[in-house]
C-alpha cells in the first residue's frame, strides 16, 4: 500500500528552524520526484519545493529560495525540507506529494502529483 507520511512539524519562533521529513514506502521511492506544498489557512494549497528522483535536480518557490532546502536519501525512503529563518507567513500544513510519473521532472504544480500525504502543522510564531 502506498504511503507516504510527513514529520517535523512544529511550533516555532520568527527566525527559527525546523526539518520537515516524508517517509515513503509501498512503491520505488527512488524512482519518483517529491514536492513539498503548503496550506495556510484560508488560502489555497501552494508548491514549496521539489526534487528529482536521483536528487540531481531541485526547483523552489520564490517564498522558500534561499531558506529552503530540499534533499533526499533513499536508502532511507525519505526527503526532507530544511526550513531557515522561518517568518510568520511560513505557517500551514506542509504535504509531500510522489509524482505521477517515474523518473519526471515535474514543475510544482498539484496536477503532476498523485500520491498525497496527511500533512504536518508548523506554526511561526512568538
Known amino acids: 500500500q502506498l504511503q507516504l507520511v510527513e514529520s517535523g512539524g512544529a511550533l516555532v519562533q520568527p527566525g527559527g528552524s525546523l526539518r520537515l521529513s516524508c517517509e515513503g514506502s509501498?512503491?520505488?521511492?527512488?524512482?519518483?520526484?517529491i514536492g513539498w506544498f503548503r496550506q495556510a489557512p484560508g488560502k489555497e494549497r501552494e508548491g514549496i519545493s521539489r526534487i528529482t528522483s536521483s536528487g540531481g535536480n531541485t526547483i523552489y518557490a520564490v517564498s522558500a529560495k534561499g531558506r529552503f532546502t530540499i534533499s533526499r536519501d533513499n536508502a532511507e525512503s525519505t526527503v526532507y525540507l530544511q526550513m531557515n529563518s522561518l517568518r510568520p507567513e511560513d505557517t500551514g500544513i506542509y504535504y509531500c506529494a510522489r509524482s505521477r510519473l517515474m523518473y519526471d521532472v515535474p514543475p510544482l504544480r498539484e496536477t503532476y502529483f498523485d500520491s498525497w500525504g496527511q500533512g504536518t502543522q508548523v506554526t511561526v510564531s512568538s
Open positions: 509501498g512503491f520505488s521511492f527512488g524512482a519518483y520526484a
